[in-house]
C-alpha cells in the first residue's frame, strides 16, 4: 500500500506519540510500584560491600561492643547484628541502623536463591593497618565491610567462605515496644544509652529536658550513649530524639522524680 508523504508524516507522528504515552505509562507504573517504600528502600540504593563473622556460632563474642549496648540479647538486637568498617560506622552515627544484606556473585559459597539477611549495626570492625586492605585487613579505609555474627552469616553463606560478596541497603528497623532510655553517670554527669530505635535507627541528635529547665543538647559520648552536664537529679525527665532521615520524637516525662541511676525507662518509638 502507498501512502503519501502527508499520510505518512502523520503516520509517524502518531507512533512516535504512541511510544511516548507507552514510556509514561511504564515510567508511572514503575513509581507508584516504589512510591509507598521509604527513598532508601529502593532497589536503586543497593551498594557492594563484603562480609566476614566472627563472635562464635552462639555470637556469645559479639556483646559489649562499641555501640554500648552491652548484653545484646537482653537488649533485644539477638543474633542478627554486625559490626561495620570505619566508614560506615560513622564515629558511632550508624549504631542502631538496620541493613539488609545478601550474598552475591559467589556461587561457591553464596546460600542458594541468595535469601537476604536483616541484620542490626552494633559494633565497630576497627581497621588492621599491618595487613593488605584485600588481604585481612577488611575493614580498614576505605572498605565498606561488615563483619557479622557467626548465626546471621550462615543465613547468607556458607561459613566456611571466610569472606564473601554481599549487596546491603538500609531498610527501616521494627522494633518491639518503645525506645529505652538507660541512665547512667552521677550527679554532675549524665550519660544516657538509647537503644531500641526503630524507623532508621540511627539517631542524629538528642535533647533533654528536666521539668525545672528547658531544653538541653545532648552531645555523643560514643555509640549511642549522649551526655549533658547539667544536673537533673530530682526532676523527671523527657528527651526530644532525631533519627538520620530527620524524623523526630518527643517523649514527655520518661523518667519520674525519683529515677536512680543505672534504670532504663522506656518511651515512644518511630514507625
Known sequence: MFFGDRTMDRFMALSASLATLLLLSYYQGSQARYSSEPSWRHWR????????????????????????????????????????????????????????????????????????????????????????????????????????????????????????????????????????????????????????VGGLGDISAVSVKGSETGWIPMKRNWGQNWECDTVLVGQSLSFHVTIADGKNITSYDVAPLDWQFGQTFSGKQFY
Open 45 to 196: 540504593h543497593w551498594n557492594e560491600a563484603h562480609a566476614t563473622f566472627y563472635g562464635g556460632s552462639d555470637a556469645a563474642g559479639t556483646m559489649d561492643g562499641a555501640c554500648g549496648y552491652g548484653n545484646l540479647y537482653s537488649q533485644g538486637y539477638g543474633t542478627n547484628t554486625a559490626a561495620l568498617s570505619t566508614v560506615l560506622f560513622k564515629n558511632g552515627a550508624a549504631c542502631g541502623g538496620c541493613y539488609e544484606i545478601k550474598c552475591w556473585n559467589d556461587t561457591q559459597w553464596c546460600n542458594p536463591g541468595n535469601p537476604s539477611v536483616f541484620i542490626t549495626a552494633t559494633n565497630l570492625c576497627p581497621p588492621n593497618d599491618a595487613l593488605p586492605n584485600d588481604n585481612g585487613g577488611w575493614c580498614n579505609i576505605p572498605r565498606e565491610h561488615f563483619d557479622m555474627s557467626q548465626p546471621a552469616f550462615s543465613q547468607i553463606a556458607f561459613w566456611r567462605a571466610g569472606i564473601v560478596p554481599v549487596l546491603y541497603r538500609r531498610v527501616p528497623c521494627h522494633k518491639d515496644g518503645g525506645m529505652r532510655f538507660t541512665i547512667n553517670g552521677n550527679p554532675w554527669f549524665n550519660l544516657v544509652l538509647i537503644s531500641n
